[in-house]
């Protein structure tokens, strides 16, 4: 990767970092039309779609914030490991705390054509969900490798 695309990665990162819904035409501007998005919930094409994918995401959290806690990079793409915190609106006791990576491919242009994140929402959502919770727990404990567990790997 050359350092022109690291700078934008760089850039791309940092403006998650302060992201606010008054940013998201910054976010805009450093994206191509036919962006990629996914994630565990979405599956989206195009610059139109991702923005809405963050305008939904200030509609439904209350102050959510992203933590970039690594950038590294290769010759085909970045990653940006972060931390998403905040609070669901409807579920007032129920807050956010995710950590996962996003994998960023730029366009010869520099602009992102393609933002791809990882995150496990079993673990680090579904288990804190009534019902979904208990399911999601004891599917978990079936796959666990007891001998060898953890409470926490970070």
């Known amino acids: 990767m050359s350092v022109q695309n690291e700078t934008f990665i760089q850039n791309y990162a940092a403006l998650f970092a302060e992201l606010t819904p008054e940013k998201l035409t910054e976010l805009e501007n450093i994206v191509s039309d036919d962006i990629v998005f996914s994630d565990p919930f979405n599956l989206t094409h195009g610059r139109d779609k991702f923005i809405s994918i963050f305008h939904h ?13 690594d950038l590294t990079y290769s010759d085909k793409s970045g990653y940006i490991k972060w ?10 006791s129920f807050s956010i705390d995710i950590t996962g990576v996003s994998e960023i491919i730029t366009d010869e242009d520099g602009k992102i054509k393609g933002h791809y994140d990882y995150w496990d929402s079993a673990s680090q959502l579904f ?28």
């Open 83 to 92: 931390r998403l915190t905040g609070h669901i609106k409807k579920w007032k």
């Open 127 to 154: 288990i804190f969900i009534p019902i979904v919770g208990t399911a999601t727990r004891s599917l978990l404990k079936l796959f666990r490798n007891k001998k060898n567990y953890s409470k926490s790997a970070r």
């Open 57 to 69: 995401m200030y509609d439904v959290m209350k102050k959510p914030k992203f933590e970039i806690l």
